[in-house]
């Protein structure tokens, strides 16, 4: 019977000092990390209305979805630590889809340089059937080290004839100082608007006539 209460005494006694252990424990750790969330801008500062009824004489251009490569199709911000690893940040991540905020940038983007030119991002209304539709397909978009890189391939196509008009493979390199997450998306951001400008300038040699 003495060694009964003995036995009860000492699980009780155990018992205590764990919750009290765990309790601490519990204590002591820090509450979670919020995550914060980036976005792409197109650049306009003011709102635009954006007119998708056809357009006499009006060229049209349409702009398909963009194809990106399996590593980016994830909500996680990425940054190239070496020639083969790459690094996830859980807590930073891009807001929405990457593919279709890339999409809506560049179509922007476009639409402000291409004056004479209707741009119209896929899906298109049906009452639209653009003369033109622009292919994007971008392989690496990632931080490595102080620069961010962009490599895309891009193609402009007749749509009547199914003719490549146009097609290339562009790399550009984009430099931030300060090793934060928000510079390396200004960077990234201003990536994106210089390989618009560039597929702009071909663009508009291919479906605009000079006046």
């Known amino acids: 019977m003495g060694n009964s209460k003995l036995m009860k005494?000492?699980?009780?006694?155990?018992?205590?000092?764990?919750?009290?252990?765990?309790?601490?424990?519990?204590?002591?750790?820090?509450?979670?990390?919020?995550?914060?969330?980036y976005r792409l801008d197109g650049g306009e500062t003011a709102a635009v209305m954006v007119d998708?009824?056809?357009?006499?004489?009006?060229?049209?251009?349409g702009v398909s979805p963009v194809v990106l490569a399996g590593y980016l199709d994830r909500p996680q911000i990425v940054e190239r630590r070496s020639r083969h690893r790459l690094e996830l940040y859980e807590f930073d991540?891009?807001?929405?889809?990457l593919?279709?905020?890339l999409q809506s940038v560049v179509s922007e983007?476009?639409?402000?340089?291409?004056?004479r030119v209707q741009v119209i991002a896929y899906p298109w209304p049906q009452s639209l059937n653009p003369q033109f539709e622009l292919n994007l397909s971008i392989s690496r978009f990632d931080r490595a080290?102080?620069?961010?890189?962009?490599?895309?391939?891009?193609?402009?196509?007749?749509?009547?004839s199914n003719q490549i008009l146009e097609m290339q493979k562009v790399t550009l390199q984009e430099p931030?100082?300060?090793?934060?997450?928000?510079?390396?998306?200004?960077?990234?951001?201003?990536?994106?608007?210089?390989?618009?400008?560039?597929?702009?300038?071909?663009?508009?040699?291919?479906?605009?006539?000079p006046e």
Do not use: Y
Request: some cysteine.
């Open 109 to 115: 983007r476009l639409q402000q340089q291409l004056k």
């Open 52 to 61: 998708l009824k056809p357009r006499p004489g009006v060229v049209q251009l």
């Open 176 to 209: 931030f100082s300060g090793g934060d997450i928000e510079a390396g998306i200004e960077a990234a951001n201003e990536a994106v608007n210089r390989l618009s400008e560039n597929m702009a300038s071909q663009i508009r040699r291919s479906v605009t006539k």
């Open 99 to 101: 593919q279709e905020n």
């Open 145 to 160: 080290g102080d620069k961010v890189v962009l490599q895309a391939l891009w193609s402009l196509v007749e749509r009547r």
């Open 93 to 97: 991540q891009w807001a929405g889809s």
């Open 9 to 37: 005494h000492w699980f009780i006694q155990n018992w205590v000092a764990t919750t009290v252990i765990l309790a601490s424990l519990a204590g002591c750790a820090s509450p979670s990390q919020p995550t914060r969330f």
